[in-house]
């Protein structure tokens, strides 16, 4: 059996260029719907070597990343403006428009 980490990294290698997903629905899709905070403690220790598309990956807000997983959230932003997400007047991901359905 895999484990959650592991569950999580295959998850989030599964979001096509152009969507992002939440913490809370990762959670949810692995059968874990109260565990979107593990989600974040999965990301966070992401191995080095492991080429995850991590920045997409934002809060139920739109919010992007704390600045220690990108060395900045400008970098995270330019990453998902170059697969063409769009941002609200607050710097925030539009979750609406690019919310991927998890399939």
Do not use: C
């Amino acid at each position: 059996m895999k484990g959650f980490y592991h569950q999580v990294y295959e998850m989030v290698a599964a979001i096509p260029a152009g969507r992002v997903a939440t913490y809370g629905q990762i959670a949810s899709l692995l059968g874990k719907p109260q565990g979107g905070r593990a989600v974040g403690w999965a990301m966070r220790a992401v191995p080095a070597d492991l080429k995850l598309p991590s920045h997409r990956v934002v809060n139920k807000q739109g919010a992007l990343a704390p600045v220690y997983a990108f060395g900045s959230q400008e970098r995270q932003r330019r990453m998902l403006a170059g697969e063409g997400i769009t941002f609200d007047k607050n710097g925030r991901v539009n979750v609406e428009q690019h919310l991927w359905d998890g399939v």
